[in-house]
């Protein structure tokens, strides 16, 4: 049955719309000159290395087809690591290199692929098949992440991130999006992936939810979803924290994946983030905004990203 | 100021704009807000028929005069070998056909197109002279005093009088003085005839207003008489036959004053007979004849004053913000996805074109089988311009077949498949295609419909004849349009489908 909730129900429980986030959270905190500093990885990195943010490491950049000849030397050096398009979107034309076999290229699943296909990948980014509006694009050579073993019972493919939404400077709510066989490996909600909501003090799964309802256990691993802890959750509070001072974006998505030796790395900036995390953590994020803006207008506002993610971990959750 | 307060400032000056002028034209310039106030227009024709024999001819013919009511163009038509013009005699305006040497059965037309609403009637100087006393007959003399002393004891004025006079001649109370006056069978001419007598006798000056009533088609037109008189004054027209007083709103004077209705010199057998045609004009047509005669300031610098051809593309664009409103709407309010912005209102001008059903099937069939084969392509690894180019070909491919396809087999409405722009659906079926790859088919048929949904409904505003008279007559009211658009882009709450997208999150709450 189609069951609605009545608008002053929900902005009673603190829910912000999409008409709000665009209006109030992104037009209003979101400069437009700033977006290209986002949605172009290249750009980011170079931003999150000058201000000393962890990110995986950048091997190499490939931005011309002529670079292509010099490739299987300069690959030499590192027998894992991942392409990406710098511009792509939806994880679109991400190859993923394990280990050598010969001159062949392992891939995850154990097959080996001969140069040519890695060189024709390159060739693809490069004329912008992966790229949003098929712009000219460069291809990204970056360093694999040994991924904390955290998760690992809990996706049904690939690895999950954990996406933390800073509002003008202060992690305000997090969760992580782990992707099931219904939604066939994507980390999408509205696709069939489950949302676990992260208590923004403690990194503990709050919830977790598939298709917008509750659920308890992981519909193809069947592992329990509540019982999700994430480690070091202070750094990763604190990384994303860091990250406001670079992008100056002030309604940031941040994306953080777990290194096993590492510790948390930005994978990707996102400056407009969706409001899907709501849903997830079975909150709204309006009595949050609000309470940051308070804080705000008062004398003693943190101006350090630790001094923002301890005040975040002290107050908001439990707002 | 904030943009907040800048916005409500800028919305409320194009709402007093936007309404202001919408207003001055209804009130003041008279222009009808529904295209049903004035949608019945009459095309009214009158055919003269003589015999000529080699004579020169000059046929004249009387013009109908405009009341308050109805506005009249004449349309005179010159028949091959005739010569055509407008004469004004005094008050008279007369049509006059000649010829040098005519021979045999001769036929010319005159039409004019009566419209509804905004006549300008023609002034009428007030009587120099008392009328001239008509001289009675015994025993008719009695009988006309009786009658007159009658009315003159039931009336306070000249139009009191001849209301009087008209119902004892119509009624049957003074059947028998009636009968003496006129005998047994009396026309209606006859008896407004003898009102005018009457009349005269009692010194009011009046005259006959003959013409016709105009009604729904008709192949021959009664004629009826109505009687104009001064009544102190000012004209006053009664209507003997209904014992009323004005003029009947559908009443077209042809002939007055004494004028002629007709004259042919060099002709024989003269008649005239007339006929009205009502026209189903479109109420835009209308918007622009109300406009050219009424001749406003305001309309001399609006899409009025633009040629005819160039008004019909404004008909169509003016539409376009309507479906952007809808757009907005369906957007913004209701939380519609549509695959890409502004693809619905182009699809719904299409509509337009195809109607809707054959609209709907024919996008469905064409975006269907172009992501088949779009499909097919992805396998290719190909660029993203070839890819586009490639898919366009396909595109045009299918254009063809369906419309060939269509009509061997008979089914003729897919032949307005070309009315479809077809880089807008080349473009749609990549930007549809890439979504089934990225997303899923589900989400292709989240979009799919939310375009479509959107399309049809703004399709449906686009063909009613409300609104399409709205845009094309009030120009201005865009400003209304762009105002609502501004205030929704401000607007922070939920969309409709956030009800039900965040509903758990409310319950949970309780």
Known sequence: MLRLASPLRLKRAGIVGMNRRNVELIAENNPRSMFPLVDDKLKTKALLRKDGIAAPRLLGVVRQTGQIKELPAFLKAFPSFVMKPSQGSGGKGILVITGRDGDSYVKPSGKTVPFAEVARHVNNTLSGLFSLGGKPDAAMIEAMIDFDPVFDDYSFEGVPDIRVIVYKGFPMMAMTRLSTAQSDGKANLHQGAVGVGLDIATGLAMRAVQFNRPVHTHPDTGADLTSIAVPLWRDIVELAAQCYQSSQLGYLGVDVVLDRTQGPQVLELNARPGLAIQVA?????????????????????????TGRAQWSMDVLAKL | MTAKTQLRILVAVLLIIGLGATAYKHLVL???????????????????TFRAQGDPVKAQLNLPDMTRHLYVVPEGIAPRGYGYHVEQVGSQRMAVWEARAPTGDQRLFFRARV??????ATQLPPPSDPPAKPIFAEPEAAAADALLADAYAHSADATGLALRLARSLWGDAAKPVRETLLGQKSTNASRTKLLLKLLHASDVPAHELTGFYLTDNSRSVTMEHLIELWDGTEWQVVVPKEGIKGMPEDFLPWQSNGEFLMQVDGGTDSKVSFATIVDKISSRQLAVQMGQQTGAGLIDFSVFALPVDVQNTFATLLLIPIGALVVVVMRNLVGLQTSGTFMPILIAMVFVQTDLLVGLALFIVVVGAGLVIRGYLTSLNLLLVPRIAAVLIVVTTLYLLLAVVGFKLGIEAALSVTFFPMIIIAWTIERMSVLAEEEGMWDVFVQSFGSLLTATIAYLLMINQQVSFLTFAFPELLLVVLAIILVIGQYTGFRLSELRRFEPLASEKE
């Not at chain 1, 609000?290 to 506002?301: D, K, N, P």
């Not at chain 2, 009808?32 to 009214?44: K, N």
């Not at chain 2, 419209?115 to 300008?120: F, H, M, Q």
């Open chain 2, 30 to 48: 008279g222009f009808p807000l529904t295209p049903g106030e004035s949608s019945r227009i009459w095309t009214v024709q009158a055919q003269m």
């Open chain 1, 281 to 305: 953590n079975g909150r709204g994020m309006a009595p949050r905004v609000a309470a940051i803006e308070a804080l705000l207008r008062t004398e003693g506002a943190p101006n350090t990203p």
């Open chain 2, 115 to 120: 419209y509804k609403g905004g006549g300008i």
